[in-house]
């Protein structure tokens, strides 16, 4: 339960980067017990906020206090000392270790603690326990679903007993049954004293588990509100001034020509990554219609990552076809298939989507080199890049100095709106979204939902993956379960409800 006692005080933080003031003399506190949200939009400082917490940035100006104690900034295992755990957003575990491996690897070289694996492997089965987690330690990470990656994030910081707790963005890839189980640990914690600090995007989330609530907008604090006193609507309006469902969405025209059949999967199968392993996709058939937004639906690891994937070229099925307005591209490569139509918006967008080095316009230029308006006998034409790059800038709402930043040093709504704006900018016949609105706030979600919605206008097919079962409600008029590889049912999305869904991910009613 949340005391009075200030467990820690941020005390005019100032982070400044080329062209952008990230956080501008932010103060806040946290205290003992407390689940303190931060909210804001994309590239409002939140994340810069919580690295300088954690020591992974050193601000310009200002202090941070652990129970009065001025925190060294800047020095990650400084941090860890004073107590403060950070739970970052893109997992930090090497993914050929193993579980257990990767805590060794962190409580020795991380936080200087001298654990023997038996103490460590006691640590994980109280914590386990206590918190009701499930962990084979012996598993390799990168086997993990990552509802069970973030466990193993969890659990690496909880071993170190925290203070203080940061979270950036836990349930962003999470089911809703996995969030109320995220949930409930963190109410468990701060039971216990941990004050909690939370990143989330989804505000009716953030309502059902905060105390305090701070807003930030363009780096700076707009208000500190108990979650109690307000509702959405005043949460989005301290974000960006109205909610987005409250603004007019821009009609999408009306198709000119016949729905046709732009993608068909027959009968495809792709087998497992090791010897005996199970089929991950087994006899997958359906088909996607020229202007149709198709939902695919399921929980995390029923395949619907390798289904896009095999669609790609990234994997090669064992059986099966994948016709493409007519043509076979089941052999094509990667490359072939992309000109002909295909684009895909990768769900993780820092492994498969972006170049973090390389620069916004470098980025957005990734497959225009064939253009002529981009490119001439294979040489790129840079004023034609960065002029293209800056009319993509302001379309699609990319938050950034210039398009010569970057793209690692964008945040991650502002990154993911960068991928959708190389991919859509092709014009592709058919788009295949994982996650699509992964990390982003509400007001760039509806934009996100809007370029595909008049994708689908334009006539294009477009395929969403998404385990936010309202999004693939709003977004589909039809959808599809999938579960173990297989696909279990069909429905219209008008005709089933998120709670029925639900009971179809879990396999409870038939196709």
């Known amino acids: 339960m949340m005391s009075n006692s200030e467990l820690l005080k941020v005390d005019g933080v100032t982070k400044a980067f080329p062209g952008i003031l990230a956080n501008d003399a932010i103060t806040f506190d946290l205290k003992a017990g407390e689940i303190h949200a931060l909210l804001g939009e994309n590239g409002a400082g939140k994340t810069t906020l919580v690295s300088i917490l954690f020591g992974l940035q050193r601000p310009d100006s200002g202090r941070v206090l652990v129970n009065g104690t001025e925190l060294e900034l800047g020095?990650?295992?400084?941090?860890?000392?004073?107590?403060?755990?950070?739970?970052?957003?893109?997992?930090?575990?090497?993914?050929?270790?193993?579980?257990?491996?990767?805590?060794?690897?962190?409580?020795?070289?991380?936080?200087?603690?001298?654990?023997?694996?038996?103490?460590?492997?006691?640590?994980?089965?109280?914590?386990?326990?206590?918190?009701?987690?499930?962990?084979?330690?012996?598993?390799?990470?990168?086997?993990?679903?990552?509802?069970?990656?973030?466990?193993?994030?969890?659990?690496?910081?909880?071993?170190?007993?925290?203070?203080?707790?940061?979270?950036?963005?836990?349930?962003?890839?999470?089911?809703?049954?996995?969030?109320?189980?995220?949930?409930?640990?963190?109410?468990?914690?701060?039971?216990?004293?941990?004050?909690?600090?939370?990143?989330?995007?989804?505000?009716?989330?953030?309502?059902?588990?905060?105390?305090?609530?701070?807003?930030?907008?363009?780096?700076?604090?707009?208000?500190?509100?108990?979650?109690?006193?307000?509702?959405?609507?005043?949460?989005?309006?301290?974000?960006?001034?109205?909610?987005?469902?409250?603004?007019?969405?821009?009609?999408?025209?009306?198709?000119?020509?016949?729905?046709?059949?732009?993608?068909?999967?027959?009968?495809?199968?792709?087998?497992?990554?090791?010897?005996?392993?199970?089929?991950?996709?087994?006899?997958?058939?359906?088909?996607?219609?020229?202007?149709?937004?198709?939902g695919i639906a399921g929980v995390i690891g029923s395949g619907q990552l390798e289904l896009l994937e095999v669609i790609t070229g990234i994997r090669m099925p064992s059986a099966g076809e994948i016709i493409l307005h007519g043509y076979n591209i089941s052999t094509l490569k990667i490359r072939e298939r992309l000109t002909r139509g295909l684009a895909l918006i990768p769900g993780d967008r820092h492994r498969d989507g972006l170049i973090g080095p390389m620069s916004l316009a470098d980025n957005l230029a990734l497959g225009v080199g064939g253009e002529p308006t981009s490119s001439r006998m294979g040489v790129l034409r840079l004023r034609s890049v960065y002029a293209r790059a800056r009319e993509l800038m302001k379309r699609f709402g990319i938050n950034a100095a210039s398009p010569s930043v970057p793209a690692a040093t964008l945040s991650g709504g502002n990154q993911q709106k960068l991928i959708f704006a190389r991919e859509l900018a092709r014009n592709p016949k058919v788009i295949l979204c994982c996650y699509p609105t992964r990390g982003l706030d509400f007001a760039a979600t509806a934009a996100v939902h809007q370029e595909l919605r008049l994708a689908a206008a334009r006539g294009a097919a477009v395929i969403v993956v998404s385990i936010d079962l309202d999004e693939i409600l709003a977004l589909a008029s039809r959808l599809i379960v999938i579960q173990g590889g297989r696909i279990i049912g069909e429905v219209a999305a008008n005709e089933v409800t998120a709670a029925e869904l639900g009971v179809m991910l879990g396999g409870g009613i038939a196709a």
């Not at 962990?135 to 086997?143: K, M, Q, S, Y």
């Not at 909880?158 to 189980?181: C, F, G, N, Q, Y």
């Not at 989330?205 to 604090?221: K, Q, W």
Request: glycine content about 6%.
């Open 75 to 294: 020095n990650p295992r400084q941090a860890i000392v004073h107590g403060l755990g950070f739970v970052q957003q893109h997992y930090s575990l090497v993914p050929t270790l193993t579980v257990i491996e990767n805590l060794i690897l962190s409580l020795q070289y991380g936080s200087g603690q001298t654990l023997s694996r038996d103490q460590i492997e006691q640590r994980v089965a109280r914590l386990s326990q206590r918190h009701g987690l499930a962990l084979d330690t012996t598993a390799r990470v990168e086997r993990l679903s990552v509802s069970d990656q973030q466990q193993v994030e969890l659990i690496k910081t909880l071993i170190r007993t925290p203070r203080v707790l940061i979270l950036d963005e836990p349930a962003a890839l999470h089911s809703a049954e996995e969030v109320k189980k995220l949930w409930q640990v963190l109410r468990d914690l701060a039971k216990q004293g941990v004050g909690i600090i939370l990143i989330g995007h989804k505000l009716e989330d953030i309502l059902a588990i905060a105390d305090r609530i701070t807003v930030l907008r363009r780096g700076r604090v707009v208000a500190t509100v108990s979650a109690q006193e307000v509702n959405a609507a005043q949460l989005g309006a301290m974000m960006v001034g109205a909610l987005a469902a409250d603004s007019p969405r821009l009609p999408a025209p009306a198709l000119e020509t016949p729905v046709t059949r732009a993608l068909e999967v027959r009968c495809l199968s792709v087998k497992g990554d090791r010897a005996r392993a199970p089929d991950l996709l087994k006899d997958i058939d359906f088909s996607v219609g020229s202007g149709e937004i198709l």
